[in-house]
């Protein structure tokens, strides 16, 4: 019988202090026009990031900046989604079935709610298998609360393949 294996991933960006005019928030597979943008080397999506941090971790194949440091330019303002995509691919490389993903966004920005269903597509689709999203805020409290960034918390559960 295999045993599930559970990882957890954690990712906080701060918003960026002078986005380009073209510049959006990318949160969870999704493009946020009009909502301030967050920094990062990639595209600082937290959710797609703590997602494939939390996969990583599971697996044992060390965390999302041992895998998309960033001194590795080729992932230089790659899409979360494509992080999160390529982090599923390691861990079936080596051996894993993903179980399923959960992730919490923690911040006042944007809205998740509505777009919900959205994210949890998004992220399934690149995951390639079941992500889900939820969100919630930390009433005014730390940097998310005063309106500094965003952070994001994920768990994963990944079993052995035969």
């Known amino acids: 019988m295999a045993i599930p294996r ?28 009009g909502e301030r943008p967050l920094a ?6 937290v959710a ?15 965390d999302l900046g041992s895998n998309f440091g960033t001194s590795e330019p080729q992932w230089a303002g790659a899409a979360g989604a494509t992080l999160l995509a390529e ?19 923690i911040g006042n920005r944007p809205r998740l709610g509505q777009r919900r269903a959205e994210a949890e597509a998004a992220l399934s689709s690149a995951a390639g298998a079941p992500v889900s999203v939820s969100a919630t805020t ?18 994963a559960i990944v079993v052995a393949s035969d």
């Open 138 to 155: 930390t009433d005014g409290l730390g940097l998310t609360g005063r309106g500094e960034g965003v952070a994001a918390i994920a768990s």
């Open 87 to 105: 982090a599923a691919r390691r861990v079936r490389d080596a051996g894993f079935e993903i179980g399923n993903v959960a992730v919490q966004v």
């Open 6 to 33: 559970t990882g957890i991933g954690v990712d906080v960006h701060a918003y960026d202090e002078h986005p380009s005019p073209e510049a959006v928030l990318h949160l969870a597979g999704l493009a946020w026009p």
């Open 48 to 62: 797609a990031h703590a997602a494939a941090d939390a996969l990583l971790s599971a697996a044992g194949l060390g």
């Open 40 to 45: 990062g080397h990639s595209d600082a999506d």
